[in-house]
């Protein structure tokens, strides 16, 4: 399951943007969005999913639970 | 700094070490206080400051009180993203009608923001400085922020560049910084201990990770001090603001103060607290109160025997154009900047600002000439005077036009700016409203006096049954000179029992917005 941004919540601020290890993040209508096919939940990258850590507003990048989770390529 | 880096900084054949140490040494950058001491601020010349220094502020309206009367600043919105999170910070809500630092209208590109320097500077002959304050942290978007003053120490290399930071990258772009030749710094100090740090600041983005708590505030502090040693050991000037939070860290801002002063900052700026529940902070939403009046000027003058005190910030938003007390930025946007034919003429903003120099001279002469007068008198009487003007140092603004008063203490020792308070535009459609007329005598509550260029019969009424004695005899004139005489007349009154001296209250510190339409 990748992440995703509630784009009601997001301030545009652009703090994710450079901190996604697979530039998986964009402006997209004057918020920002995760492309979910690039997004692996920074996992083998960080021990804790870069947009979640620096957005500034709470419960702003999380889980999108409609999508199955990110596997590690074998 | 400490002794081997200055050992360094002299053992490559610069002065540097020398330098700062003058820095260290010089105290005052306001008018001269009571202990008499020579400062950049009081004179029109440089003063007890070293040459190398005075270049770098005489001009700086962040940097000297006396150059604020005179020239301005633009800060560009070009850094939208933050590293760190402060309890007094709400970066979700724009409002034009707000001032407040964290605020901005619109984000620019570094392409944009060079054009609109461009288009300001020709607009504003006076405008000496660009600054980048955010609305994010400059040094979390480094990119942007070194591209812009790139652009622009290009295009305008008479225009001084400086930045605004919380300090947490400041030690890893020390010498990016110093490449682009920005010689002036500021960063945001709240605290040197942990334990209250944890109280101001929820969280940190460090290297990766998300840190809170004391371990937070640990980096955070380690960072900004090892950050500002290294930009005093480059010799760019360095000025500290910190946010009085009552109850927080009040106590500890003197500590503080101890602490950026040991390590070569310039100017220390403390700074109200800005907190209403509308603002959606932290400190808004749990009650946490700002500091009165009073109190602010207190801890301001408790710290001033150690270093200069900044006492004229506005807290200004981060998209700000134009002198200190004044916002132009809606004059400025995106839009209109796009479809302006700039041209940008240094010349002429040459001329002009030989012009301003000339009014500064002459403003400080008559300054002189009105203290010399009051040499004799010996009296232990302080006094607060509020003043409404629109820049130059004179009292040229109606009493109920003023967005906001100055305000300055009077005693033997001559007239010295300590503050400023912010009121809403009292005259409003051509009538006055009798609520603002509350606001504004709560606001100079502290003051026995109020210059004013012109004011109307009823107002003039209500402020002396509050107490405040409106002079509108000065109109035009100079506001030091001016205050200066009019204190002279007081104590001869006092001195002949004609009026009684009788101490003022305290004055609320206004936390609401700056409406810009005028």
């Known amino acids: 399951m990748p992440f995703k941004i509630i784009a009601s919540q997001c ?4 703090a994710c943007e450079p901190e996604c290890p697979n530039v998986a993040i964009r402006e997209k209508g004057g918020t920002f969005v995760i492309d979910p096919k690039k997004c692996t939940e920074c996992l083998g990258h960080f021990d804790e999913p870069q947009c979640v850590a620096v957005c500034p507003v709470d419960n702003t990048c999380v889980i999108d639970t409609s999508l199955p989770r990110y596997q590690a390529p074998a | 700094m400490d002794v081997s880096a200055q050992h360094d900084a002299s053992s490559n054949g610069g002065n540097v070490g020398e330098i700062m140490q003058a820095i260290a040494e010089h105290k005052g950058c306001g008018t001269t206080g009571g202990s008499g001491k020579a400062s950049c601020g009081s004179q029109a010349g440089q003063g007890d400051l070293p040459t190398e220094i005075w270049e770098k502020v005489k001009n700086h309206p962040c940097y000297s009180e006396e150059a604020h009367h005179h020239y301005a600043r633009m800060h560009v919105a070009v850094a939208p993203a933050c590293n760190i999170q402060c309890n007094y910070c709400n970066r979700k809500y724009d409002c034009a009608n707000e001032s407040r630092p964290g605020v901005v209208s619109e984000k620019l590109t570094p392409e944009q923001a060079a054009k609109k320097v461009l288009a300001v500077a020709s607009t504003i002959p006076q405008m000496t400085v660009l600054g980048i304050a955010g609305p994010g942290d400059p040094l979390a978007n480094p990119e942007k922020t070194f591209k812009t003053f790139e652009l622009i120490y290009n295009t305008a290399p008479d225009i001084k560049l400086c930045l605004s930071t919380n300090g947490l990258m400041l030690p890893d772009h020390v010498d990016t910084i110093a490449k682009y030749n920005v010689d002036h710094v500021t960063i945001t100090i709240n605290m040197v201990d942990p334990e209250i740090g944890a109280k101001i600041y929820p969280w940190i983005f460090y290297k990766h990770k998300r840190y809170t708590g004391y371990e937070a505030a640990k980096i955070l502090t380690d960072r900004q001090l090892q950050g500002l040693e290294m930009l005093t050991e480059r010799g760019i000037l360095c000025k500290v603001n910190s946010v009085m939070i009552p109850g927080i860290n009040d106590q500890h801002l003197v500590e503080v103060n101890k602490a ?56 200004c938003r981060a998209d700000a154009v134009g002198l200190l007390g004044e916002d132009r930025s809606a004059e400025f946007t995106t839009e209109k900047i796009m479809a302006m034919e700039v041209k940008y003429d240094a010349d002429t903003r040459k001329a002009y ?6 009014e500064r001279i002459a403003k400080v002469a008559a300054k002189q000439e009105e203290l010399a007068e009051l040499a004799g008198k010996s009296s232990d009487i302080k006094v607060l005077a509020a003043v409404a003007t629109k820049g130059s140092g004179l009292i040229n603004e109606h009493f109920g036009h003023a967005k906001e008063f100055q305000v300055y203490e009077l005693s033997t020792a001559g007239a010295k700016f300590v503050g400023h308070r912010r009121v809403d535009l009292y005259c409003q459609g051509g009538y006055g409203e009798e609520d603002s007329l509350e606001t504004i005598i709560r606001a100079i509550n502290d003051c026995h006096a109020v210059f004013v260029a012109k004011i109307g019969g009823c107002p003039k009424g209500d402020l002396v049954k509050a107490g405040i004695e409106p002079v509108d005899q000065y109109a035009h004139e100079f506001i030091e ?5 009019w204190f002279k007349a007081y104590l001869d009154k006092v001195n002949s029992g004609e009026v009684e001296h009788v101490e003022r209250g305290d004055a609320a510190i206004r936390q609401g917005a700056l409406i810009s339409a005028a």
Do not use: W
């Not at chain 2, 390590?263 to 939403?285: D, K, Q, Y």
């Not at chain 2, 600002?353 to 000339?358: A, D, G, I, N, Y």
């Not at chain 2, 000179?481 to 005489?485: L, M």
């Open chain 2, 353 to 358: 600002q030989e012009k301003v120099e000339e």
């Open chain 1, 11 to 14: 301030t545009s601020c652009s």
């Open chain 2, 260 to 315: 950026v002063k040991s390590r070569g900052a310039f100017l220390h700026n403390i700074m109200p607290l800005i907190s209403a529940p509308e603002h959606g902070t932290v400190f808004g939403l749990n009650g946490q109160r700002g500091p009165s009046a009073q109190e602010l000027k207190a801890l301001q003058d408790s710290c001033e025997g150690e270093m200069n005190m900044m006492r004229h910030c506005r807290q």
């Open chain 2, 481 to 485: 000179k001016s205050a200066i005489a």
